[in-house]
C-alpha cells in the first residue's frame, strides 16, 4: 500500500504545482510533459514488467521499480531545468509501471481466493484518498515551502517501502520461475505501445503508422519465440480475453469522468475548483468501498454474477449523467459519480481476480500487467476521442479548457458515449465465463471447513475440561 501510495500521489500532486514550476523554470510550452512523461512511460513498461515479474520473481521487480521510483523523485525534485524535471518524472514512470502490476501480483500469490477483494480494496482506497489528497498536498508544498518536496518527501517514503519488503516479503520458489527474457520482443512492445499513445494523445498518423510497424513485428516475434515477452495466446482463454475488455473499457469511462465531470461543474453549473472536485471524488470514494465488499458477493455469486452487478450499476449511473443539466444541482453530480464508483468495484476488481485465479503462478504477473495496460490503452483511446468530440461543440480558452454556450451540448455528447461505452462494458461482463457452480462449491467447503474447526475445538475443549 505504500508503495502503491508513491505511484498514486505523483500522479495527481503535481497538478496543483504546475503553474508554480513553470513559472519558476520557464518553460510553459512544455508543461503538459510533465504528466504526459510519467503516464506514457508508465503505461509502455507496465506489460513488460508484469512478464518479467514471472521471470526473475516479483520481489526484485517490486525493488527495481521502488528504486527507479526513488531515482526519479531526487532527480525531479533537484532539477535546475524543465527538461531535467521532465526526464525525473520518465523515470519515476518506468518505476511506477513495476510497482502497479507487481504489487497486485503479490496480492495474488499471497492471499487466499476470499482474501483478495478485501486486499485489492484496500490497494483501491489508496487511489482514491490520493486522488483526493494529492492535489491538496501539491498546493501546499508549491505555496508555503517548496514544489520541489513533492518529490522530495518520496525519498524516505521509498526507502521504508524498499526495506520493509526486503525484510519482510520472503518470495515462494513457484514466482521465480526462470525462463530466457525476450528483450527484441519487449522492445518491439515499448516501441510500438510508445508510438501508440503518442498517436491517440496528439492524433497524429505518423505516429500510428510507426506503432502499427512495430506492434506487428512484436505480434509476430511473439508467434515464433519460444518464450515471448507477452504470449497473446492468453487472451484467447474467456476469462482473461474478457476481463482484459473490462479493463479498456474501465479506462475510458474512468478518465472521461475524471476529465470532464470538474469542467461541467465549473463552466456550466458555476462552482469553483474545490467543490468541482467533490463531485468526482464521490467516484473514488464509491470505488474502493464497493471493492472491499466484492469478495463476499463473488464467493456467493461468483464472478461473472458480481461484473454484471457492477456494470449494471456502472451503466445506471452513466444513464443517469444524460439527465444532467446548467440547473442541477451539484449534489446530484455527486450521487451519480457515486453509483459509478461502486459499480466499478463490483467489476474491475472481481474480473481482474478471476483472470489471475485462471493464470498459473508463472504466468499471473503476465496476465495482471496486462490487465492494466489495457486500461491504460482505454484511458488513451477516451482522453483522444473525447477530446476531439468538445473540440467540435466548445470553444477552448487560454487555460486549455472548453467555454462558451457549446459547453453544455459537448457535455451532453461526452456523458452519451460514456454510457454507450457503459452497455459495451456490460456486454464484456457478460461474456465471463459462468461459474455459479464454482461459487457454490467454494461456499459450501468454506461453511465445512468452518464446521469442521468448530468440531475439533469443541473436542480439543472437552479434553481440557476433562484433564482439569
Known amino acids: 500500500m505504500l508503495s502503491t501510495a508513491l505511484v498514486a500521489l505523483d500522479a495527481t500532486i503535481i497538478a496543483t504545482a504546475s503553474s508554480t514550476i513553470a513559472r519558476e523554470l520557464g518553460s510553459f510550452n512544455q508543461l503538459p510533459w510533465l504528466f504526459s512523461s510519467y503516464l506514457l512511460a508508465q503505461a509502455v513498461s507496465t506489460p513488460v514488467y508484469g512478464r518479467l515479474a514471472d521471470i526473475v520473481g516479483r520481489k526484485r521487480l517490486m525493488l527495481v521499480g521502488i528504486g527507479l521510483f526513488f531515482v526519479g523523485s531526487a532527480v525531479a525534485g533537484a532539477a535546475p531545468t524543465m527538461g531535467m524535471l521532465i526526464a525525473g518524472r520518465a523515470i519515476q514512470g518506468l518505476g511506477a509501471g513495476a510497482v502497479m502490476p507487481v504489487s497486485m501480483t503479490i496480492t495474488s500469490d499471497i492471499y487466499t481466493l476470499e482474501e483478495r477483494a478485501q486486499t485489492q480494496g484496500y490497494l483501491a482506497s489508496v487511489w482514491g484518498i490520493s486522488s483526493v489528497v494529492g492535489p491538496t498536498l501539491g498546493g501546499v508544498f508549491s505555496q508555503f515551502v517548496s514544489w520541489r518536496w513533492i518529490f522530495w518527501v518520496n525519498l524516505p517514503l521509498a526507502v521504508v517501502a524498499a526495506v520493509t519488503l526486503a525484510v519482510r ?6 514466482s521465480s520461475h526462470r525462463e530466457p527474457i525476450d528483450y527484441l520482443g519487449a522492445v518491439l ?54 476481463s482484459t475488455t473490462v479493463s479498456l473499457l474501465v479506462g475510458v469511462v474512468v478518465v472521461g469522468l475524471s476529465t470532464y465531470v470538474p469542467i461541467y461543474a465549473q463552466e456550466v453549473l458555476g462552482f469553483g475548483a474545490l467543490l468541482a472536485g467533490f463531485a468526482l471524488a464521490a467516484l473514488t470514494i464509491g470505488w474502493p468501498i464497493s471493492a472491499s465488499q466484492a469478495g463476499k458477493v ?23 449523467t444524460l439527465l444532467l443539466g446548467p440547473t442541477t444541482p451539484l449534489v446530484l453530480v455527486a450521487v451519480f459519480c457515486f453509483v459509478i464508483g461502486a459499480g466499478m468495484g463490483l467489476t474491475a476488481v472481481p474480473t481482474l481476480i478471476a483472470a489471475q485465479a485462471a493464470a498459473g503462478p508463472t504466468e499471473r504477473g503476465a496476465v495482471t500487467g496486462t490487465n492494466m495496460f489495457a486500461r491504460s490503452i482505454g484511458s488513451a483511446v477516451g482522453v483522444a476521442v473525447l477530446g476531439a468530440i468538445v473540440n467540435s461543440h466548445a ?19 461526452v456523458f452519451g458515449v460514456l454510457a454507450g461505452v457503459a452497455v459495451v462494458l456490460l456486454a464484456a461482463a457478460a461474456a465471463m465465463p459462468k461459474d455459479r457452480a464454482q461459487a457454490v462449491a467454494r461456499r459450501e467447503a468454506v461453511a465445512s471447513e468452518a464446521v469442521a474447526s468448530e468440531a475439533v475445538a469443541s473436542e480439543a475443549g472437552a479434553k481440557a475440561e476433562a484433564v482439569a
Open 169 to 174: 516479503y520472503r518470495e515462494s520458489q513457484q
Open 189 to 242: 512492445l515499448s516501441g510500438g505501445s510508445t508510438l501508440l499513445l503518442l498517436g491517440l494523445s496528439e492524433t497524429a498518423w505518423p505516429w500510428y503508422a510507426g506503432a502499427a510497424v512495430l506492434l506487428a513485428a512484436f505480434v509476430v516475434r511473439s508467434r515464433t519465440t519460444r518464450f515471448p515477452i507477452l504470449d497473446l495466446t492468453i487472451l484467447r482463454r474467456r476469462v482473461i480475453g474478457a
Open 298 to 320: 463473488y464467493l456467493r455469486l461468483g464472478f461473472r454474477v458480481t461484473a454484471v452487478i457492477g456494470s449494471t450499476l456502472v451503466l445506471a449511473g452513466s444513464a443517469l
Open 395 to 413: 470553444v477552448l480558452g487560454a487555460d486549455g479548457a472548453p467555454h462558451g454556450p457549446g459547453v453544455m451540448e459537448a457535455m451532453r455528447w
